[in-house]
């Protein structure tokens, strides 16, 4: 069974540096196929895809906030970590991990989420 | 940029009723196309990929259709449960992931 859950900080200020990280289990982010994306959402708004990682390391991120974000892997603790820096009060959202198996069919399908957590970007 | 643009942005509807979502990407993604199901307070949930297949555990009275830039989400015969909002995605990596900005179904 296959779960994924986030952590990191509740409340950052402005200017601050996120990290998020995404404890797995169920499968391991090295496993040909596999990739871990990361997913964020504001109150009452849309999914907005922020990045992705894939088993051999290969990284996507979103144009708009490449510039801002990376993501890295711990295959040995099975974790995922989204950095994003200057945090600003737009970017107050749930952030959640998701997991997905990538193939030619189905390309990046994010076929189990986590939870997600609430950030809220305050001073 | 790629967009995706669904349509409507929300629609009520009953019990047993027929309804159908459109996913319309600004250029052709073939069938990478996905849909998930959101309630309030919970991540999504996939019920589609590929365009057309399903997800296991996902009811049969969701279908989905499609290729190119036009793809359509149906659930044949609402349930209480189905009421949520609905995200198409873009799953092809090249040039990004990109999600649609939701169908709320809402109780007529």
């Known amino acids: 069974q296959i779960t994924l859950k986030e952590s990191g900080p509740t409340l950052v200020k402005p200017s601050q540096t996120l990290t998020l990280t995404c404890t797995f289990s169920g499968f391991s982010v090295s496993t040909n196929g596999v990739a871990v994306g990361w997913i964020r959402q504001p109150p009452g708004k849309a999914l907005e895809w922020l990045a992705l990682i894939y088993w051999d390391d290969d990284k996507r991120y979103s144009p708009s906030l490449k510039n801002r974000i990376s993501i890295t892997k711990d295959t040995s603790k099975n974790q995922v970590v989204l950095t994003m820096t200057n945090m600003d009060p737009g970017d107050t959202a749930t952030y959640y991990c998701?997991?997905?198996?990538?193939?030619?069919?189905?390309?990046?399908?994010?076929?189990?989420w986590g939870q997600g957590t609430l950030v809220t970007v305050s001073s | 940029d790629m967009q995706m643009t669904q349509s409507p942005s929300s629609v009520s509807a009953s019990v047993g009723d027929r309804v159908t979502i459109t996913c319309r990407a600004s250029q052709s993604i073939s069938s990478w196309l996905a849909w998930y199901q959101q309630k309030p307070g919970k991540a999504p949930r996939l019920l589609i990929y590929a365009a057309s297949n399903l997800q296991s555990g996902v009811p049969s009275r969701f279908s989905g259709s499609g290729s190119g830039t036009e793809f359509t989400l149906t659930i044949s015969s609402l349930q209480p449960e189905d009421f949520a909002t609905y995200y198409c995605?873009?799953?092809?990596?090249?040039?990004?992931?990109?999600f649609g900005q939701g169908t709320r179904l809402e109780i007529k």
């Open positions: 998701a997991h997905s198996l990538v193939d030619v069919v189905s390309a990046v399908t994010f076929d189990i």
């Open positions: 995605q873009q799953t092809n990596t090249f040039p990004v992931i990109t």
